[in-house]
């Protein structure tokens, strides 16, 4: 798949399915970018007040909306990284959002009552950070980067700004999520 904006798939309607995000309250809309991407968006009013956590980690960036995971707010331009087994005590997208998110393996659901997160979260605002000269590493496999760099295999890339994603070993100019497939 070449270059895609991801706000032409919102124009064309976003294509995918409705799924039941577990623990949540009501559907959201998820297509599947490639193999490990995919874009949801949550509809205003979406919440999920179940408590519990996922056995893989999970990566995602904010295009638009508000999103709020365990009491962190995220913001458009925000990437997240939240390790396998992360409790997660609450979410809500009070306006609705749109988010693309990459999981590092099964996304299976286990629920808990425990009450507070128990493991570390990131929340990175990736239009304004500064990055070190050999890029950012925002969690296992990902890094933020400046500087266009070719790499030995194809990765998913999303360019901070004009939210473009690609599939690819050239990465484009500007500032660049780098994610390598796990």
């Given at each position: 798949?070449?270059?895609?904006?991801?706000?032409?798939?919102?124009?064309?309607?976003?294509?995918?399915?409705?799924v039941l995000i577990p623990g949540s309250t009501v559907p959201v809309r998820q297509a599947r970018l490639s193999c490990s991407a995919s874009i949801i968006r949550f509809p205003p009013g979406w919440t999920r007040p179940r408590r519990g956590h996922y056995l893989a980690g999970?990566?995602?960036?904010?295009?638009?909306?508000?999103?709020?995971?365990?009491?962190?707010?995220?913001?458009?331009?925000?990437?997240?990284?939240l390790p396998a087994g992360t409790l997660r005590h609450s979410g809500a997208a009070p306006g609705g959002a749109?988010?693309?998110?990459?999981?590092?393996?099964?996304?299976?659901?286990?629920?808990?009552?425990?009450?507070e997160p128990d493991g570390p979260s990131l929340r990175t605002p990736l239009e304004a950070v500064v990055i070190p000269a050999g890029g950012l590493p925002l969690g296992p496999s990902s890094a933020l980067r400046d500087t266009p760099v070719t790499l030995d295999r194809p990765a998913e890339m999303v360019t901070v700004g004009t939210w473009t994603w690609e599939l690819s070993q050239?990465?484009?100019?500007?500032?660049?999520?780098?994610r390598r497939a796990t």
């Amino acid at each position: 798949m070449g270059t895609m904006r991801l706000i032409d798939l919102l124009d064309a309607g976003l294509p995918g399915r409705d799924v039941l995000i577990p623990g949540s309250t009501v559907p959201v809309r998820q297509a599947r970018l490639s193999c490990s991407a995919s874009i949801i968006r949550f509809p205003p009013g979406w919440t999920r007040p179940r408590r519990g956590h996922y056995l893989a980690g999970e990566e995602f960036v904010l295009l638009e909306g508000e999103l709020r995971v365990s009491g962190v707010q995220y913001a458009p331009g925000h990437h997240a990284w939240l390790p396998a087994g992360t409790l997660r005590h609450s979410g809500a997208a009070p306006g609705g959002a749109l988010v693309i998110s990459w999981f590092a393996g099964t996304a299976a659901w286990v629920a808990s009552d425990l009450d507070e997160p128990d493991g570390p979260s990131l929340r990175t605002p990736l239009e304004a950070v500064v990055i070190p000269a050999g890029g950012l590493p925002l969690g296992p496999s990902s890094a933020l980067r400046d500087t266009p760099v070719t790499l030995d295999r194809p990765a998913e890339m999303v360019t901070v700004g004009t939210w473009t994603w690609e599939l690819s070993q050239l990465m484009p100019g500007g500032r660049v999520l780098v994610r390598r497939a796990t």
